[in-house]
């Protein structure tokens, strides 16, 4: 307990609050919205996916940009399908699809989904709202 005492009892306290704070907020992978002091919105998701069973006939006509629309079919199961014009491109799975699906029926909210790229019948989408 001995140090070179010029007054440095009183230094120590504010040198660790600033920093762990600084950590915290730049840490964490949060849903990347900036400030405005409301809570983020929990249907403002954004996912990156492969489409399943995959219509090669619908998926052979998209291009990298198009928009599909993400819609819910009720019916067991329940299941997000992304479609073109009324038909279906293929559905989407992923780990927010019960969080859409809640947005969807719950909230009335609307998505799309953006054609990223083709390989053959693999067709990759950025799903996100409308």
Not at 53 to 81: A, C, F, K, M, Y
Not at 87 to 99: D, E, L, M, V
Request: aromatic content about 2%.
């Amino acid at each position: 307990m001995s140090g070179g005492g010029d007054g440095g009892g009183e230094d120590w306290r504010p040198t660790s609050p600033p920093e762990q704070p600084k950590k915290k907020p730049s840490g964490t992978g949060g849903s990347g919205g900036g400030g405005g002091g409301t809570p983020g919105d929990a249907c403002d998701i954004t996912e990156f996916t492969t489409l399943n069973s995959p219509n090669r006939q619908v998926v052979s006509t998209l291009r990298v940009g198009d928009l599909l629309d993400v819609e819910l079919r009720i019916g067991p199961p329940r299941q997000l399908v992304a479609q073109q014009n009324g038909t279906i491109a293929g559905s989407i799975t992923s780990p927010k699809s019960t969080q859409i699906i809640q947005c969807i029926s719950r909230q009335h909210r609307a998505y799309v989904a953006e054609v990223k790229s083709i390989r053959g019948g693999v067709c990759q989408v950025e799903v996100r709202p409308r």
